[in-house]
């Protein structure tokens, strides 16, 4: 059974930064890509970046320039480096994971980040 555990959440002042890191378990085959979402409450999930496994990536508007994605698909790794964190990007984020041909169909737990004002 895969699992994507994430790593780094917490509580940061705004202006500052967090890294947030997920890995999978469990998993015998290697995605094609990865992802950050994020989810705030009473808000539906939306996607903050994703990277694929040939390392090409691509960001939600708003947070271009200040979130850089990275990691080793291949090896089912992927870390989110968050700068000039602003209150408005306090939300529940989620590792995610697809295979080729497939939806992010594979999700961790979620590890929370608040931003305050």
């Known amino acids: 059974q895969v699992q994507l555990v994430e790593s780094g959440g917490g509580l940061v002042q705004a202006g500052g930064s967090l890294r947030l890191s997920c890995a999978a378990s469990g998993s015998f085959f290697s995605f094609t890509a990865m992802a950050w979402y994020r989810q705030a409450p009473g808000q539906q999930r939306e996607v903050v970046a994703q990277?694929?496994?040939?390392?090409?990536?691509n960001y939600a508007d708003f947070v271009k320039g200040r979130f850089t994605i990275s990691g080793d698909v291949a090896k089912n790794q992927v870390s989110l480096q968050m700068n000039s964190l602003k209150p408005e990007d306090t939300a529940v984020y989620y590792c995610a994971a697809r295979v080729i041909g497939q939806e992010y169909n594979y999700w961790g737990q979620g590890t929370q980040v608040t931003v305050s004002s």
């Open positions: 990277i694929t496994r040939v390392g090409s990536s």
